[in-house]
Antibody
C-alpha cells in the first residue's frame, strides 16, 4: 500500500528538541522529493521544509531556519525532521508529504505540543 | 516571499449548486518551462489534505469532474459545478514556483 506514516510527536518544553519520523511504503521513496507541512490548532496549512530525492538540497520556511533540519535515509525509506529551540508557536500537527511540487500523498500527521 | 490570497474565507452552498473560490498570488506562477505552479487541496473534517488540482487546471487521479481549475499568471479559480455533501471542508491553494506557500483557506459548508 502506498502510504506515509508519521511518528515522534509529543509534548516538549519551550527550548526543547524533538525528532519526527515519516515512514514511506509502496513507492520508490528514493526517487521523490519530500516535504513537511504543519497545521497549528484551528489554523491553516504552513509548508515547513523540503528535501531533494538524494538529500543533496533542502530549504525551509523562514520561521524555522536555523532551528529545524530535514533529512532522509533512502535505504530505510524514511524522512525526518529534527526540531530544536522549540517555541509555543511551533505547536501543530506535522504532516509529511510526497512532493512532486504537487503534494500528492500525505501522512495522517503527528501532533507536537510545545508547552511548559 | 510569495503571498497567496484566497476569497472568500467561507462559503455556504446549497447541494447541487455551483461554488467558486478565488486565489491570487503576489507573483506570477508561470514558469519558464510553460508550467503554472498552482495547486488546489481539500482538507475534509478530521482528515489530512488531499490534492485536487495540479498545474492550475489538471485534475488529480480520482478527483470527480465536477471540480475544475482555471486561471493563469497570478489569478486562479477553483470551481465546483454541483456541490455535494462530501465536498465540505477547507480548500487551499498553494504555489510551488518558489518554495511552497498556501493560501489561508476557504471553508465550504452545506446550507
Amino acid at each position: 500500500e502506498v502510504q506515509l506514516v508519521e511518528s515522534g510527536g509529543g509534548l516538549v518544553q519551550p527550548g526543547g528538541s524533538l525528532k519526527l519520523s515519516c515512514a514511506a511504503s509502496g513507492f520508490t521513496f528514493g526517487d521523490r522529493w519530500m516535504s513537511w507541512v504543519r497545521q497549528a490548532p484551528g489554523k491553516g496549512l504552513e509548508w515547513v521544509a523540503y528535501i531533494k530525492s538524494d538529500g543533496s538540497a533542502t530549504d525551509y520556511v523562514d520561521s524555522v531556519k536555523g532551528r529545524f533540519t530535514i533529512s532522509r535515509d533512502n535505504a530505510k525509506m524514511s524522512l525526518y525532521l529534527q526540531m530544536s529551540s522549540l517555541r509555543a508557536e511551533d505547536t501543530a500537527v506535522y504532516y509529511c508529504a510526497r512532493d512532486l511540487t504537487a503534494l500528492d500523498l500525505w501522512g495522517q500527521g503527528t501532533l507536537v505540543t510545545v508547552s511548559s | 516571499d510569495i503571498v497567496m490570497t484566497q476569497t472568500p474565507i467561507s462559503l455556504s452552498v446549497t447541494p447541487g449548486q455551483p461554488a467558486s473560490i478565488s486565489c491570487k498570488s503576489s507573483q506570477s506562477l508561470l514558469h519558464t518551462s510553460g508550467k503554472t505552479f498552482l495547486y488546489w487541496y481539500l482538507q475534509k473534517p478530521g482528515q489530512s489534505p488531499q490534492l485536487l488540482i495540479y498545474e492550475a487546471s489538471k485534475r488529480f487521479s480520482g478527483v470527480p469532474d465536477r471540480f475544475s481549475g482555471s486561471g493563469s499568471g497570478t489569478d486562479f479559480t477553483l470551481k465546483i459545478s454541483r456541490v455535494e455533501a462530501e465536498d465540505v471542508g477547507v480548500y487551499y491553494c498553494m504555489q510551488g514556483i518558489h518554495l511552497r506557500t498556501f493560501g489561508q483557506g476557504t471553508k465550504v459548508e452545506i446550507k
